[in-house]
C-alpha cells in the first residue's frame, strides 16, 4: 500500500503538469454506473425454462461452474462485483425472473417476478436494469416477433415488451433510479426476402405501439439495438442500425450502439457523437467482437479506449448509459465479468486523465503536430499508478491479486456444482 501511495504521487504530479487534477479523476470515475450484464453468469439460459438458446445467439464451451439459480448466480456476481471497483448495476434479462416453480408466459410477466433481484441490489448496494428478452422462445422459433406477419404472435410479443417496459420503471421506482431496457430482436431473413417493406412497418408500429405505453423516464429508459446479421438471419436484418437510428432520431429514443454488430472494418467510437447529435441519448453495448458478433470478453484495447475517450470527450456522461455485453463459457465466468469490468473502467480512467481541452486547443490552431505528440507522450504516462489508487480508495484487489480470489472461489464453489 505504501509504494502504491508513493506511486501515485509521483503520477499526480506528473498529469497536474497538464492541468489534470488526478484526484477529482478518482472521485468522478467512481461515481459512473456501469451496467454489468447477468448472462454471463449462466450463458443467456435464464430461468423460465430449459430451453435452447436461439435467435441468431451462440455460447461457446463448456467451463464448469455455470450458475443454475437465482441464488447461484447472485453469488458469482457479488464475488465479481467485489473484484471490480467503482458504481456497479446489474442487467438481467427478462427471463431471469423469479418464477416460484411455476410456467409464467412472458406476457403475463409482473414486478413480484423480479422483488427477489431489487432486495439484493438494494442490500448490496447496486442498480439494476431489464431488457425484454425476445429469443429462446416457441413464438421466435421462426425467427419473427415483433415484425411477424401473424398478428397474434406479434401481438404476444408487443404485450412482453410493454409487461417489460412497466416493470423496468417499477424497478427504477424501487431504486430510486433510473432503470435502462435495451430492446433487441432477432428478426430477419437467412436468404434475401421480397418484403423488407412490410416487415419494417409492422416493426415500426409494434414499436409506435409499444411506447404509446407511459412510463416516467426518471424511472426507465428504453434504447433500440440494431445488427448487421446474426445466425440464421445473414441476409436481411429487419432492426438494422439504419432503421433504429431512422426511429430514435425521428421518434426522440435512445439509441444502442452495440461494439459487435457492425461490419469488421467499422467501430462504434466512431459513431458516437453522430448520434448524440440526432438522438436523446445511447446506450452503449461494449463488447468484442473477433471477426463477427462474438461477444468476447472486453480487453484494454484500441478501440476500447476509443470508446471511453469519445464519451468523456462528448461531456454528454448524462445522457450516455454504459453497458457490457460479452459472454464466454471458454472460461472460468466469474473472471470474465471482473476481466472485462476492470478493463472497461481502467479505459475510462485513462479518458479521463487526457487533457482534452489542451487538444482541443491544438486542434482548433491546426497545431497537428502537439497533437499527435502529445497523445502519444501520454501513453507513457504513468496512469496504472492512478488505477492502482483508484482500486485500492475503491477497496478492490489491486493488480493481479484479485485472480488468486477467483481460484479460491473456483475451488470452494464453483467446482462443487
Known sequence: MENINEMYELAKKAYAEFGIDTDAVIEKLKNIPISIQCWQGDDVKGFESKGPLTGGIQTTGNYPGAARNIEELQADFDKAASLIPGKKKICLHAIYLDNKGETVPRDQIKPEHYDVWIKWAKEKGYGVNLDPTCFSHPLSEDGFTLSHHDEKIRKFW????????????????????????????????????????????????????????????????????????????????????????????????????????????????????????????????????????????????????????????????DRILIGLDFFDASINRVAAWTIGARNLQKALLYALLEPTELLKKYEVEMDYTSRLALLETLKSYPFTAVWQKYCLECGVPTGYSWMSEIKEYEKQVLSKR
Open 158 to 317: 408487443i404485450d412482453h415488451v410493454i409487461a417489460t417496459r412497466k416493470i423496468a420503471e417499477y424497478i427504477g421506482k424501487e431504486m430510486g433510479q433510473v432503470c435502462a431496457s435495451n430492446y433487441w430482436i432477432p428478426d430477419g431473413f437467412k436468404d434475401i426476402p421480397v418484403d423488407r417493406k412490410g416487415y419494417r412497418e409492422r416493426l415500426e408500429d409494434s414499436l409506435d405501439q409499444i411506447f404509446s405505453v407511459p412510463v416516467d423516464p426518471k424511472y426507465n429508459i428504453a434504447s433500440l439495438e440494431g445488427k448487421v446479421f446474426g445466425i440464421g438471419a445473414e441476409s436481411c436484418t429487419i432492426g438494422s442500425n439504419d432503421f433504429y437510428l431512422g426511429y430514435c432520431a425521428k421518434k426522440g429514443q435512445y439509441l444502442t450502439l452495440d461494439a459487435g454488430h457492425f461490419h469488421p472494418t467499422e467501430v462504434i467510437s466512431d459513431k458516437i457523437s453522430t448520434a448524440l447529435q440526432f438522438t436523446p441519448g445511447l446506450l452503449l453495448h461494449v463488447s468484442r467482437p473477433v471477426r463477427w458478433d462474438s461477444d468476447h470478453v472486453v480487453i484494454f484495447d484500441d478501440e476500447l479506449k476509443a470508446i471511453a475517450q469519445e464519451i468523456i470527450r462528448s461531456n454528454e456522461l
